[in-house]
């Protein structure tokens, strides 16, 4: 047998066939459905006249458009369009036998949250989603990417998936991370230095000291940014770490069926010496808090650092686009990051909105209250069983007293398809993944950072490098 | 799908790099039904002043550029988010072909899903593209799918890879799902070997009885 990489091995283990020369028919595990980009699918699949293969391994929730306040969910949905995708949503999975999570369930909430939470998410399986941050899920040695509408109907007729072979990236995090520097960090910082279009064709699969000393919740925030890196997927190899996490899960195997899952996963991370096309190397021991200054996830700096100058690029395509970003966020090149006031927090999304990040956010700002020029602090959790695990962790109380909004789970201000929309002109110290021009609002301005630099501005009313702080990692 | 075999079109040059595809469907317009009707809003947040008053420095309202159907753009086009509304967005429009240095996967292969041609040309021929367009008023492209060629009436020739099963859905405006489905008996027999399968341990709640908000 050649040595192979983990994304070979689940490769080969789903492959239906593979005809000389055309995309390998790719079987699929488990298939992740939202509001927001299936419900031409099923007109389509409705059309064709085409039935759900298998709605056992297909899953629904609501999370995109759902109000964040809880009562609003009681209420008639004020935008005629959200509660119309709620309806087809509710329609297709009744008409088709999908399960489920609606906005009343108790374990609603972002789709790339539940999957791991619940159990759905297992080492080895293939998963799809419409939706780009499906590279989550990798964080537990699944092959998981994002697809389009029409790749959704061609799941739902088929539980299949016509795909090319990836090529693979190493990206090795060496090294023991500072405190104040957090799996965010990393991410960002491997962004900024592959640019956003480095990972176009490749799939990422972590490893390294700093990688293999994450929880499964620091994993995850790396593997869902791997596609701000232009990688479809991000991997982690399964370990003691992920085990420990999954096991008494819902959809997890029980029993004698576990320790056999677990014989089974141990087979899965890349062989020793098993070649991957490109190698990037980050060094975690250097690494600092990082803040986007700019309007995609690859304009990162430093905490330390300063705004940059468009003429500190050489490409003139670059120039450009730093100076076009600058505008957009009414920056001046040299202004210092800790410098630069924030008008809102925006703790979530499916990058930064599990257990871990808010007790981290918490411990930071307990005892204190948001600065006067902060115009809203928002905490969204991630699912309604972190949201139920915070509580009993009393962290709710902790952040009302610091003067934040306490919120129901789903995708809120990360994508503002609800009324959770950053105003024109203000800036954002946001724990979500993409600072593009509008992404939050229109004329919105987004910086990217960890859960802790974001509690941190909170509290400043400016961002601040956490590691001088006196708060504990974890 | 339409089949795409060659298209001659008016080219519209937006010489961005990293164009995601929020830019091309911003967020409020994702809680659509259906596919049709994206090309009104395609670049929404850049196309248009308050009040929907076209912004007159954004290239499509460029009057040069009125009726053009081959959209030229810079590298990584495409980045950012899966949602399938932008190809739909840029065929409404009335595109039917993106000319670009390269493409983000996600958006890439929507495009074929929906009989759009995405061309990838090396950078300096982009670039001269760009020129061309820029500095003649009226510029049109032939784009040849079988040939693999894009051509102007000035004599400019350039071939393009594609690849070859992609191109032979366009080319005939295949059905890909049908195409699976003609494997159905593989899909069985890996079924019955694998066993895919989900297992349910603990309760889960499908739509438990929530409190009453107070």
Redesign the interface.
Known sequence: MPLRTMYEKIWDAHIVNEPPGQPGLLYIDRHLIHEGTCPQAFAGLKAAGRKVRRPDLTFAVMDHSVPTITKDRFLPIVDPDAAGQFAALERNCKETGVRLFDMHSANQGIVHIIGPELGITQPGLTIVCGDSHTSTHGAFGALAFGIGTSEIEHVLATQCLSQFRSKTTNVVVTGKLHRGVTAKDIILAIIGKVGIAGGNGHVFEYGGEAIRALSMEGRMTICNMSIEGGARAGMVAPDETTFAYMEGRPFVPRGKDFQESVVRWKTLPSDKGAKFDMVVELDGHKLAPQITWGTNPGMVAPVTASVPAPESYADPDQQEGVTRALEYMGLKPGTKLVDVPVDRIFIGSCTNSRIDDLRVAARVVAGKHIAKNIKGALVVPGSRVVKAQAESEGLDKVFTAAGFEWRDAGCSMCIGMNYDVLPSGERCASTSNRNFEGRQGKGGRTHLVSPMMAAAAAIAGHFVDVRDLDVAAD | MQAFTTHTGLVLALN???V?T??MI???F??????EGYGRVLFY?WRYLPGEKPNPDFELNFPRYKGSSILLA???FG??????HA?WGILDYGFHVVIAP?????FY??CF??GILPVTLPQEEVEELFKRTEHNIGYQLTVDLPAQTVSDAQGLKYAFEV???RKNCLLKGLD??G???E?ES??SA??RK?N?????????????P?P???
Request: aromatic share 6%; with cysteine.
């Open positions: 961005r790099v990293n995601d929020d830019q911003p967020k409020q994702l809680k659509g039904l259906t596919r947040d810079g590298a990584n980045c950012g988010s899966s949602r399938e190809p390269s493409y983000a996967d996600i292969n929507n899903k929906n690849d070859p099963f890909d799902i195409l699976t489905l494997h593989d899909i890996y079924e694998t895919p399968h989900v297992s349910q341990f603990a309760p889960v709640d499908m739509k438990s929530q009453q908000p107070k």
